[in-house]
């Protein structure tokens, strides 16, 4: 069985203020979170199971199919500048990964090639940790979709 739980997302202008703040401390899902089964059997849940401190995460799990794979999708429409420099921050905790688990951040909502951005890839079992991931937006850029996939 794989699991990935993510939680704290922080999203903000190299040189500015916050611009994506999500903490899963509360009782409820954080609006805007949508879970996605892209192949395969796979589930996505709030929970407080494996939470970070005291509070909830998002999990997905794969429980045997090698082929499966899970997303959770930040639905809004995240405002970028283009040409500018941002840093997406956030920890995460993985159970038995053995394909691979990552954020990514697609500019303009375009899933193609110097489009996205995305975390280093990561796999196994690991406590929560901090990843993240510093970019520059394309001069084209108005707007991202934030996708963690497993």
Known sequence: M???LPLLFALSAAAGPVILK???EGDKAPTGWRFAAARGACT???DA???FQSGHSLRLTIPEDATARAHWRYEPKIVLKPNT???LSFRLLTLNVTGHAYAILYENGLEVPGHWHHTTKTA???DWEEHAISF???EDAS???LILKL
């Open 22 to 24: 999500e903490s899963f």
């Open 136 to 138: 520059r937006t394309r």
């Open 124 to 126: 196994g079992s690991h």
């Open 44 to 46: 996505g849940r709030w």
């Open 49 to 51: 199971e494996n939470a």
């Open 85 to 87: 420099g941002y840093r």
């Open 2 to 4: 794989r699991q990935l």
């Open 143 to 145: 707007w991202a979709r």
